[in-house]
């Protein structure tokens, strides 16, 4: 079967390399791509949101299923589009429609979904510039800090932490009458503070049936000691040691259960990731959020670790025959840590060469924001890559990684080398 993968960053790449494992994988296409899923797939030089790009694409190469990486092309309707077109609604599609996408398009939704539902979650309500003066209101009900959240994509950067009153009323205003995030900040959703320890879950859902994948924690603040400006991520560990089976227990009865079902009870046929962001409150787990897609760079640490054939639980999710798949995962721990240009995230120069590469021999080494010029490697975005490595502990597989990390370089490199710290610590 011919797969085309829909993205270019890390996750994209991980996804690649795990569904070329598979005997029943005959040709992969990557679009657009890296310099690193160019070695074992064909990158294809389109945007994933042109839709008819993607459908030209599918037919000129046999495509027989596309699995959607990044969440924009899935909250704009690739699926539905799929669906509407008589040459290409037998192509399973792995990712939601636009009515599931919505757990991530709008955090507004989500969030009457999981109180719809009965998932905990934080305390919330939602605000306009027409309802400006009652979200200085309720923002006064809350003890700092103070979470605002625009309710649309905002690349990873609509999500303000504010620990003072008159500055998140300011924010709050900036969002709603200003448009600080665009359209996406139009409207507003202002939640309470929930103190505990974060962690991901991730779900595969054929929309009947499901798989709880490998719990993972990445690290989202550019510098050591979680301090310093959101990232994309800059690293991740699964499995997270303090999910016990206890609690993973009580995800899966109050949060995975339960979203599952209510989709269904919503009549959104759902079929792809569900990834849950969660907070660990006092043992007991509550969602932050739903986004549609595997998290990077937690993909790159959760992919690794599971032994069955990722095609096979694909192409489950496609016929709606998940619960037949078997499901395996390693008891090794992964860790992945994120090199990143320097300046990243706010202003970095690219196409630095990249060297070293070929020394790597313990790690495995996720593409992200890389090309190809004259057969070298250089750098194309913020995130380049991600150094994933396996051990009996976290220190172990740690240390494998930082051990590869110091044969690879570009210039004015970045990468935190504190990843896991708080999980070893503690």
């Known amino acids: 079967m011919n797969i085309l993968i829909l993205g270019s960053g890390g996750r994209e790449h991980a996804f690649a390399l795990k569904l070329s494992e598979s005997t029943k994988v005959n040709q992969l296409f990557v679009a657009p791509g890296n310099a690193g899923t160019s070695q074992i797939a064909i990158n294809v030089n389109i945007n994933p949101i042109d839709f008819n790009a993607v459908k030209e694409t599918v037919l000129n190469n046999n495509i027989e299923m596309v699995v959607v990486g990044p969440e924009a092309p899935l909250v704009e309707g690739i699926h539905d589009f799929f669906l509407a077109d008589s040459e290409l609604k037998r192509i399973p599609v792995i990712g939601p429609k636009k009515d599931g996408a919505l757990l991530e398009g709008s955090k507004d939704f989500s969030k009457i979904f999981m109180e719809k539902h009965n998932i905990p979650t934080a305390k919330y309500q939602s605000f306009t510039k027409k309802n400006l003066v009652e979200g200085f209101t309720f923002l006064e009900t809350l003890n700092a800090p103070y979470v605002l959240k625009a309710d649309g994509l905002a690349a990873g950067k609509g999500v303000l932490i504010l ?35 974060e962690l991901s879950v991730f779900v595969l859902t054929d929309g009947k049936s499901y798989k709880i994948l490998p719990s993972a924690k990445d690290y989202k603040r550019i510098g050591e000691g979680d301090k310093g ?45 569900i990834f849950i962001g969660l907070m660990n409150v006092d043992g007991n787990p509550k969602v932050i959020e739903y986004n549609v897609r595997m998290g990077d760079p937690e993909t790159e640490a959760v992919l690794p670790r599971i032994e069955s054939d990722l095609f096979d639980l694909f192409q489950g999710v496609g016929n709606q025959t998940l619960h037949e798949k078997s499901f395996s995962v390693t008891n090794k721990t992964a860790t992945t840590v994120m090199l990143v240009s320097g300046g990243y995230p706010e202003a970095y120069e690219k196409d630095k060469q ?28 913020g995130r380049v890559m991600a150094i994933t490595s396996f051990g009996d502990s976290i220190e172990e597989a740690l240390a494998k990684s930082y051990a590869s990390i110091d044969k690879i370089r570009f210039e004015k490199m970045n990468y935190r080398k504190d990843i896991g710290f708080d999980l070893i610590k503690n």
């Open 354 to 381: 990249i060297t070293g590469l070929e020394s790597v021999k313990e790690s495995i080494v996720f593409h992200a924001g890389t090309t190809t010029h004259h057969n070298t490697v250089v750098t194309s975005g």
């Open 163 to 197: 620990d003072s009153l008159d500055e998140a009323k300011k924010e709050l205003e900036e969002m709603v009458s200003n448009q600080k995030f665009g359209e996406a900040s139009s409207t507003v959703v202002i939640e309470e503070f929930l103190e505990g320890i």
């Open 229 to 273: 400006l959101n990232t994309g991520g800059m690293g991740a560990i699964s499995p997270v040691p303090f999910a016990s089976q206890e609690f993973l227990q009580k995800v899966e009865e109050r949060i995975v259960k339960p979203t599952v079902k209510g989709l269904q009870e919503d009549g959104i046929d759902y079929r792809g990731f």
